[in-house]
Nanobody, 126 residues
Framework: QVQLVESGGGLVQAGGSLRLSCAASGLTFSTYHMGWFRQAPGKEREFVAAVHWNGDNTYYADSVKGRFTISRDNAKNTVYLQMNSLKTEDTAVYHC???????????????????WGQGTQVTVSS
């Protein structure tokens, strides 16, 4: 059974930082590309960032480029999202997800992903 478990969310002031983690089990982690998505109340789930299984290739949403960094540790079956210079509009539930497909467009699409975590809440106060 595949499990993706996010952690590291919380309440932070604007301008602050958080580091999210997503621990994976039940799959061969090093063969999956990993993504982070977020969903704010009343909005659709949106792409944040993705990392290739090799850890060398990444994509980011324009809204987070330069502020967020995605990385992975295949030895620990974990993917991370370092979030700096947080803004109130970053408030959302953040989900990690796993896929075997890679490409600039497909990696940004929710239907590309085979497995999802339950999410962790990030709240940025002004």
């Amino acid at each position: 059974q595949v499990q993706l478990v996010e952690s590291g969310g919380g309440l932070v002031q604007a301008g602050g930082s958080l580091r999210l983690s997503c621990a994976a089990s039940g799959l061969t982690f090093s063969t999956y590309h990993m993504g982070w998505f977020r969903q704010a109340p009343g909005k659709e789930r949106e792409f944040v960032a993705a990392v290739h299984w090799n850890g060398d290739n990444t994509y980011y949403a324009d809204s987070v480029k330069g502020r967020f960094t995605i990385s992975r540790d295949n030895a620990k079956n974990t993917v991370y999202l370092q979030m700096n210079s947080l803004k109130t509009e970053d408030t959302a539930v953040y989900h990690c997800a796993a896929t075997t497909l890679w490409g600039m467009l497909v990696i940004r699409t929710t239907t590309t992903y085979h497995h999802w975590g339950q999410g962790t809440q990030v709240t940025v106060s002004s």
